[in-house]
């Protein structure tokens, strides 16, 4: 095999609880994440030189050995002594820096790509290893469908994802840096919240009561960038206006996206974005 293409799916975070600080300077989250059908392509080419190259055409995400899905082929090679190269091409349409996981996703698509290029082999659990040294969001990546996922990203609860939800991602016009946003967190001392007892419950039924879900689902960081972006509020009332079922920040935002029980529904809110000026994109969950 000279050549591997394979889409990278984004998430959507339904909901994200923060925990303090670890020791090992991560903080503990709880989330219920779904991947959706909004994808990236990742070419992988085999090079006979000891070189890795990015092409994309997007300026958003670095050409260098900064880009994630690099850094998960320089692992690759660090880790098993490659001594040929790769190409990798990335074809970019999930948004960058939007709380969809672009980056980690690619880089999860590169591990398991190459690990098919290269015959290395690597089975699951030496691929999740690898993959939380790339960052918190690139293990879920490697099995994707929906999970409760928990630990800095370690802890992963496969479950069924919302198959019927059709979901609508609003870009509000600003970009949140991950980093800035955990740096600025404040993390309160709560007793279990709703939404904790919801994901407890989903890991012990390895159902999703969709009700529970929509009426306990919070992201702690919608306080912090609500009130420097209040343009969060105005997508969020738009939402509930076209008939969302529930709203809400993915990961740490910037995009908003509302859950909608139907085709004609997700019609209604199309027209009043589009009409408002928004960019959005319908998505809808990736079930495996
Ligand atoms: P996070 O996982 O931090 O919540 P995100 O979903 O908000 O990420 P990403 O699209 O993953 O956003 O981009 C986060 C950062 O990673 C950006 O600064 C971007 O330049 C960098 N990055 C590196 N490689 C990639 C890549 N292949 N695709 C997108 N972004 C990348």
Sequence with gaps: MESITLPSHAKINLGLKVGQLRPDGYHDIRSFFQEVNLVDTVRLERLDADVIEIVCESDDVPHDERNLAARAARLLKDEHDRSEGVRISIQKRIPVGAGMGGGSSNGATTLVGLNRLWNLHLSRAELHALSLKLGSDVPFFLAGGAAVVSGRGEHLYPVRGLAETRFVAVDPG??????????????????????????????????VNLKRLFCSLENDFLPLVSAKNPVVHEVLDL??????????????????????????????????????????????????
């Excluded at 967190?185 to 919801?198: K, M, V």
């Excluded at 990961?251 to 027209?271: L, Y």
Aim: charged residues 10%.
């Design 174 to 207: 600003f970009r949140v840096r991950t980093a800035w946003a955990f740096e600025n967190l404040e993390i309160g001392l709560t007793a279990t919240p709703p939404y904790i007892s919801f994901l407890n419950s989903v890991m012990a039924s390895g159902r």
């Design 239 to 288: 939402l509930g206006r076209a008939g969302s079922q529930c709203s809400s920040l993915t990961g740490s935002g910037s995009v908003i996206f509302g859950c909608f029980a139907n085709v004609e529904a997700v019609e209604s809110a199309a027209e009043l974005l589009q009409s408002s000026g928004y960019h959005f994109w319908i998505c809808q969950p990736r079930t495996i």
